[in-house]
């Protein structure tokens, strides 16, 4: 008698240390699956506001008249400062731009001219990012033309294309990449929790059998996936976290792109998408094995 009850006792040790052994293995199967995750939603965030600093910082040159004054252009500086599509300007004047001439070519510009200054005053424009493009600096630049005293709009037209060609392509993959990882995540966690349940699916067929509901029965499974989708997470977020303080500690301009918006973006959508999906798989699993009869579980 005793004999047996050691047995039972170590019986139900082994399972319990079994079922352990599952839930840390599934645990860590689901945190780096939820890493990968992380990763793609956070390049696709970063990308984006990478490509909104890059068109932000293309500059448009607004050269001004010969004969207008200081105080002229700094009223046409306040009017321009209220238009919707500046981020910001400055004026640059025409003994400010012959310093920084003088400086850059190591000589004065005015010995070849006779004492005269031939730069022209300036205002250096940069755009909001949705309108840093060809079709939008058309119109702005016929709009700017018709201020008084303007001489000429000049910005890099070739530039332009090109930057927003190869972010568009850099958005396009990024998209596919995401779209592609989300499916495998997917699937991967989906493997993972239901290796987890499969092998307790005689004890799902015992509980069915002495009468308990799906939901019962269901119940109990689906909080563990979505504390082990917790827990996973959690982990899944501090390694990221690691990875950001690396990057900022390499490079501290890192954070002009990699903004807490997109950390905090990044960590909200490992947790959502650990939970639903770690209860979303249980769900299921537990369903495809209530269905079956006693002598499938064996086929399996």
Same mark, same amino acid.
């Given at each position: ?17 079994? /079922? ?10 689901? &945190?780096? #699956?939820? *890493?990968? =995750?992380? !990763? ?115 910005? /890099? ?10 972010? &568009?392509? #850099?958005? *396009?993959? =990024?998209? !596919? ?124």
């Amino acid at each position: 008698m005793y004999y047996t009850l050691f047995r039972m006792v170590k019986k139900r040790s082994k399972a319990r240390s079994r /079922q352990g052994l599952q839930a840390v293995t599934l645990c860590i199967s689901t &945190a780096l #699956v939820l *890493i990968l =995750l992380g !990763v793609v939603v956070l390049s696709v965030l970063t990308a984006r506001n990478t490509s909104a600093y890059v068109k932000e910082n293309l500059v448009i040159t607004m050269l001004l008249e010969q004969d207008m004054t200081t105080p002229e252009a700094k009223r046409l500086c306040t009017k321009l400062d209220k238009r919707p599509y500046i981020k910001h300007l400055q004026f640059v004047s025409k003994e400010q731009a012959l310093r920084e001439q003088t400086k850059a070519l190591g000589s004065d510009p005015t010995e070849f001219t006779g004492g005269v200054n031939p730069f022209l005053a300036s205002v250096e424009l940069t755009l909001h990012a949705d309108y840093a493009n060809n079709d939008s600096l058309r119109w702005i630049s016929a709009e700017l033309r018709k201020y008084p005293k303007v001489s000429e709009i000049t910005y /890099q037209k070739d530039l332009v294309e090109s930057v927003n060609r190869t972010l &568009a392509k #850099v958005s *396009i993959a =990024l998209l !596919v990449l995401a779209v592609l990882l989300t499916f495998v995540s997917f699937s991967l966690i989906n493997n993972t929790v239901r290796l987890g349940i499969y092998a307790r699916r005689f004890t799902i067929h015992t509980m069915k059998l002495v009468g308990a509901s799906w939901g019962f029965i269901r119940r109990p499974f689906v909080r563990q996936a979505v504390g082990i989708g917790l827990l996973a997470a959690l982990l899944a977020c501090m390694a990221l976290g690691g990875c950001v303080w690396a990057l900022y500690n390499y490079e501290p301009d890192i954070l002009t792109v990699l903004t807490w918006q997109v950390m905090a973006v990044t960590g909200a959508t490992v947790f959502l998408f650990g939970i639903i999906i770690t209860a979303f798989c249980a769900g299921i699993s537990v369903n495809k094995f209530l269905r079956m009869k006693a002598g499938d579980l064996y086929k399996i």
